[in-house]
Structure formats: C-alpha cells, structure tokens
T-cell receptor, first 116, second 115 residues
C-alpha cells in the first residue's frame, strides 16, 4: 500500500523567511507521480507542482522549489521569501498506478502560517 | 476560463434529509472524483468515474451514491445524512488521455453542515 507522511503538522514563520515542507513517501511502484497542493482557508485544493519518478531534477518556479530524492523517498517543497498569502495547508500526494485509477494518496498536510 | 465548478459552496441539511451536491466541469476531462474532507484531515476518496464507469472505494458507506449523466456533470447524493457526514466535499477531474499520472484539478468544494 502507498503511504505519504508529512511529519510537520504546523509551521509558523515571519514574512520573507523561507519555509521548507517535508514529505516522505512509500510505494512499491517504479512509476509514480508526486504532487504538492495548496489549500487556502477558502477550501479549494490548488495544484502547485508535479514530478514523475523518472525525473529527479530539482527545479525552481518563481518562489517555489522542490527537492526530489528517490534514494530517500523524499519530495520536499520550499517557499522562498514567504508572504502572508502563502498561509495555507499544504498537501503532498502520491499518484497510484493506472490499474488503481491514478488515485491520489495524500499526506496529512502541513499548516503554514506566515505572520506579517 | 475552463474550470471545475461546485454548487452550492455551502449546504445546510437536516439529519436524515437527502441532499445532493453537484459538480460540473468545462475541461472535458473523462475522469471525475469525489472526495470527503473532514476538519484538519486529508481528503478521502469516495468514488470516481472513468467516463461512465463507476468505481466505488471499498470503505465508502452505502449512504453515499453518485451519478454522472454526461461528461460535464457529476452528482453526489447522500441518502440519509448523519452528523458525521458534515465535511467539505471536493470534486476533481483528470484527463486520462493526457497520460499516466496526469494532474487532478479540484473544484472549490461544498461545505456541508448537518443539523
């Protein structure tokens, strides 16, 4: 069975600080996708980034960056120079194979509070 | 803009009174999902449709049913809501034809309150 663990339940920072969210996953599949979603207080889950299991290249997109390390089954996400609008719950998710419907297994979420 | 739409955003119902939540999409995605999310928890998949093929999760209560009359619309029916069914209900879509592991796009959710 697949499992996603987000050990940090809540992180509080002051605006302009960097925030790194940890995500560790378990899967027996060799092909899979990893995602980060943001859920602001309004409730909508907003897609942020996706990475497939064959591509360990780390990237930066604006203030977002991610560090995918297959050897440690980790997919960490960093917000650089945080802003108050970044306050939300962030979910890491793992996509199951097509035979299982490409269903998402979510981590428990990390609440980020950015104080002005 | 193409999007996933859920109506209403807030729904209040009475204990035991049937309620229907709706989801529509302009993305023309063939896969649609319904999730239940309780306070401070991760979303939990209830069921999903591949086109018109319905796939129920093993632990989804019989009280929850779904209909998908066409590609654009999907409904979640709760036959006899209990207090424990109060939650945020999220609809998501995915384009299977775009390839393996394609992204799920979520609607804004309907927050259900059971009195």
């Amino acid at each position: 069975a697949q499992k996603v663990t987000q050990a940090q339940t809540e992180i509080s920072v002051v605006e302009k600080e960097d925030v790194t969210l940890d995500c560790v996953y378990e899967t027996r599949d060799t092909t899979y996708y990893l995602f980060w979603y943001k859920q602001p207080p309004s409730g909508e889950l907003v897609f942020l980034i996706r990475r497939n299991s064959f591509d360990e290249q780390n990237e930066i997109s604006g203030r977002y960056s991610w560090n995918f390390q297959k050897s440690t089954s980790s997919f960490n996400f960093t917000i650089t120079a945080s802003q108050v609008v970044d306050s939300a719950v962030y979910f890491c998710a793992l996509s199951e194979p097509p035979a299982a419907g490409n269903k998402l297994t979510f981590g428990g979420g990390t609440r980020v509070l950015v104080k002005p | 803009d193409a999007m996933v739409i859920q109506n209403p955003r807030y729904q209040v119902t009475q204990f035991g009174k049937p309620v229907t939540l709706s989801c529509s999409q302009t993305l023309n995605h063939n896969v649609m999902y319904w999730y239940q999310q309780k306070s401070s928890q991760a979303p939990k998949l209830l069921f999903h449709y591949y086109d018109k093929d319905f796939n129920n999760e093993a632990d989804t209560p019989d009280n929850f049913q779904s209909r998908r009359p066409n590609t654009s619309f999907c409904f979640l029916d709760i036959r006899s809501p209990g207090l424990g069914d109060a939650a945020m209900y999220l609809c998501a879509t995915r384009d299977e034809l775009a390839g393996v592991g394609e992204t799920q796009y979520f609607g804004p959710g309907t927050r259900l309150l059971v009195l």
